[in-house]
């Protein structure tokens, strides 16, 4: 009997944690993602799927026994041989050669090992800032704004000229909070701050004004991280939050959708504007409250939570609100960035009359951050700062793979009708 649909489903029942991975390992899936519009084909050791032992096999089993004497093992699902693990096939410490439909949460387009992708990461260009592990923020190398100019600038979101990165999508979404609060505090601000403000002094308490009283509105089903706050903005799993402090933020209902959708059009445009109305009443509701929505944070496809979608016209919905009462309207395309749509950027398939103004990424893209328009840059220095371990260098450095990929004429699979190269 072939078991391999079966193995298939067993690998996606395990929560897996989100992109934090070695930095060996990230460097691997970072150039892979950078290649991921090219048309691509490795010639490996394996075919097909083939099951030796039950899963976890002995070995796996043992490595397990051998974990739990000093880390926590309850997510292991199994043990993995990626020396031996090749293009979409995963093998495991047992020689199980398994089909990976989950390709490492979905940060692995090119797969295992692909050879444009070891050596890549073999040259001094990505050894170098493995090793010297470069402060971006204050030290970056004489090469960074060529690099960045020509990599994550071309993929932006048509209207967003500014990136800033980070480690994970987790910290993508909890520094776009932050750059949200700083801009709703930016706008409302009479004037400059200086040392002797009260803003200084109180901040150090964690009081207002210089801790304001702010909120981010997110929705159910929703999955943004596990940060203190995106964790509050997740509404996905009640496992992800037992037990742990949260905001008392604002979270609005997202539109259950009834198919097929030709023949429920007015049952579900009554429903996506319940919940538009749900969404203007919590913003109402938060600024009575003195805790103002600073911003909006949403997915295109709710993919955690259970893979829940909704028409362009909720969405834009959605933004107009956000306009409405002065919020940043934040897109976290972290699962759905990159081209898992079919297009670069899932929320350009609205038709929005103006962009987000934050577009969070990573996965697909690798390198993690968020795109936003250049009015949003935090004025006060060292508000914001680069996560600029050694990760972020060598995947930015990666990044080149695709471009000289593109520069040899290989198809990129439909990316050139999104941009004019």
């Given at each position: 009997?072939?078991?391999?649909?079966?193995?298939?489903?067993?690998?996606?029942?395990?929560?897996?944690?989100?992109?934090?991975?070695?930095?060996?390992?990230?460097?691997?899936g970072?150039?892979?993602?950078?290649?991921?519009?090219?048309?691509?084909?490795?010639?490996?050791?394996?075919?097909?799927?083939?099951?030796?032992?039950?899963i976890?096999?002995?070995?796996?089993k043992?490595?397990?026994?051998?974990?739990?004497?000093?880390?926590?093992?309850?997510?292991?699902?199994?043990?993995?041989?990626?020396?031996?693990?090749?293009?979409?096939?995963?093998v495991?410490?047992?020689?199980?050669v398994?089909?990976?439909?989950?390709?490492q949460?979905?940060?692995?387009?090119l797969?295992?090992?692909?050879?444009?992708?070891?050596?890549?990461?073999?040259?001094?260009?990505?050894?170098?800032?493995?090793?010297?592990?470069?402060?971006?923020?204050?030290?970056?190398?004489?090469?960074?704004?060529?690099l960045?100019?020509?990599?994550?600038?071309?993929?932006?979101?048509?209207?967003?000229?500014?990136?800033?990165?980070?480690?994970?999508?987790?910290?993508?979404?909890?520094?776009?909070?932050?750059a949200?609060?700083?801009?709703?505090?930016?706008?409302?601000?009479?004037?400059?701050?200086?040392?002797?403000?009260?803003?200084?002094?109180?901040?150090?308490?964690n009081?207002?004004?210089?801790?304001?009283?702010?909120?981010?509105?997110?929705?159910?089903?929703?999955f943004?991280?596990?940060a203190?706050?995106?964790?509050s903005?997740?509404?996905?799993?009640?496992?992800?939050?037992?037990?742990?402090?949260?905001?008392?933020?604002p979270?609005?209902?997202?539109?259950?959708?009834?198919y097929?959708?030709?023949?429920?059009?007015?049952?579900n445009?009554?429903?996506?504007?319940?919940?538009?109305?749900?969404?203007?009443?919590?913003?109402?509701?938060?600024?009575?409250?003195?805790?103002?929505?600073?911003?909006?944070?949403?997915?295109p496809?709710?993919?955690e939570?259970?893979?829940?979608?909704?028409?362009?016209?909720?969405?834009?919905?959605?933004?107009?609100i956000?306009?409405?009462?002065?919020?940043?309207?934040?897109?976290?395309?972290?699962?759905?960035?990159?081209?898992?749509?079919?297009?670069?950027?899932?929320?350009?398939?609205?038709?929005l009359?103006?962009?987000?103004?934050?577009?969070?990424?990573?996965?697909?893209?690798?390198?993690?951050?968020?795109?936003?328009?250049?009015?949003?840059?935090?004025?006060?220095?060292?508000?914001?700062?680069?996560?600029?371990?050694?990760?972020?260098?060598?995947?930015?450095?990666?990044?080149?793979?695709y471009?000289?990929?593109?520069?040899t004429?290989?198809?990129t699979?439909?990316?050139e009708?999104?941009?004019?190269?």
């Amino acid at each position: 009997m072939n078991r391999a649909p079966l193995v298939a489903r067993k690998m996606l029942q395990y929560p897996f944690a989100r992109a934090y991975s070695s930095v060996v390992l990230s460097s691997l899936g970072v150039a892979a993602a950078v290649a991921s519009a090219a048309t691509s084909t490795v010639d490996g050791p394996h075919t097909r799927p083939v099951v030796k032992t039950a899963i976890p096999g002995p070995r796996s089993k043992a490595l397990l026994e051998e974990m739990g004497k000093s880390l926590s093992t309850s997510q292991v699902a199994f043990f993995t041989d990626y020396e031996q693990s090749c293009g979409n096939y995963m093998v495991d410490a047992d020689g199980n050669v398994l089909l990976d439909l989950l390709t490492q949460i979905g940060s692995l387009p090119l797969g295992y090992n692909h050879p444009a992708v070891m050596a890549a990461v073999s040259s001094s260009s990505a050894l170098t800032p493995l090793v010297t592990r470069p402060s971006l923020a204050m030290f970056p190398p004489s090469s960074w704004p060529e690099l960045v100019q020509s990599t994550l600038l071309p993929l932006a979101p048509r209207g967003l000229s500014e990136v800033t990165l980070m480690m994970c999508g987790t910290c993508a979404n909890e520094n776009a909070f932050k750059a949200a609060f700083i801009n709703y505090m930016d706008v409302k601000r009479e004037k400059p701050l200086t040392p002797d403000s009260e803003e200084y002094s109180s901040t150090m308490l964690n009081q207002p004004p210089g801790s304001p009283k702010l909120s981010i509105l997110s929705f159910m089903g929703g999955f943004h991280g596990r940060a203190l706050g995106t964790l509050s903005c997740t509404h996905s799993k009640p496992i992800h939050k037992l037990d742990i402090p949260a905001f008392d933020w604002p979270v609005a209902l997202f539109p259950r959708l009834q198919y097929p959708l030709d023949q429920f059009v007015r049952e579900n445009e009554m429903e996506e504007k319940r919940c538009l109305a749900e969404v203007e009443e919590k913003m109402e509701k938060a600024a009575k409250a003195g805790e103002p929505v600073a911003a909006i944070i949403i997915e295109p496809i709710q993919a955690e939570g259970g893979d829940n979608h909704a028409s362009p016209n909720f969405f834009k919905g959605v933004q107009s609100i956000a306009k409405k009462h002065g919020a940043s309207f934040i897109v976290d395309e972290v699962q759905t960035g990159g081209g898992a749509t079919g297009i670069t950027w899932a929320h350009e398939s609205w038709g929005l009359t103006e962009p987000p103004d934050v577009v969070t990424f990573a996965k697909k893209m690798i390198v993690a951050g968020y795109y936003t328009t250049l009015d949003k840059r935090p004025k006060e220095v060292s508000s914001h700062y680069i996560n600029s371990v050694n990760r972020v260098s060598a995947m930015l450095w990666s990044l080149e793979i695709y471009f000289s990929i593109r520069a040899t004429g290989s198809s990129t699979r439909g990316w050139e009708t999104r941009y004019d190269w």
